[in-house]
């Protein structure tokens, strides 16, 4: 993890701390399906359900990341950031 930060408008912040909010809320699902020995296809639908919010909030969160993290970087010639972007792409496709 870097020191570097990111200055975000309060409708990002709101926007994406919702979508936690909605995966913090499947994920306690989950345990409760567990814990409540739902039948494993069921839990198995809702985790996919989990893992395309992850999805989802990545991608946001990466569209954010575009238009203003990358974009100043390219702006002020941090060649830097393009490497960055590559590989965090990369382990976001595995």
């Known amino acids: 993890m870097t020191n570097k930060k990111t200055n975000r408008t309060a409708q990002q912040k709101k926007a994406l701390i919702n979508r936690l909010k909605r995966l913090e809320g499947q ?3 989950l345990e409760k399906m567990i814990e409540e ?3 494993c296809n069921d839990i198995l639908q809702q985790s996919m359900s989990a ?4 999805d989802g909030f990545n991608q946001e969160l990466l569209g954010y ?6 974009t100043e970087g390219i702006k002020n010639d941090d060649e830097e950031i393009v490497d960055e972007l ?4 990369r382990k976001l496709m595995k």
Do not use: N, P, Q, W
């Open 86 to 89: 590559l590989k965090t792409m």
């Open 27 to 29: 994920i306690r699902g």
């Open 51 to 54: 893992s395309s919010a992850i």
């Open 65 to 70: 990341h575009l238009k203003g993290c990358v």
């Open 37 to 39: 020995d739902a039948y």
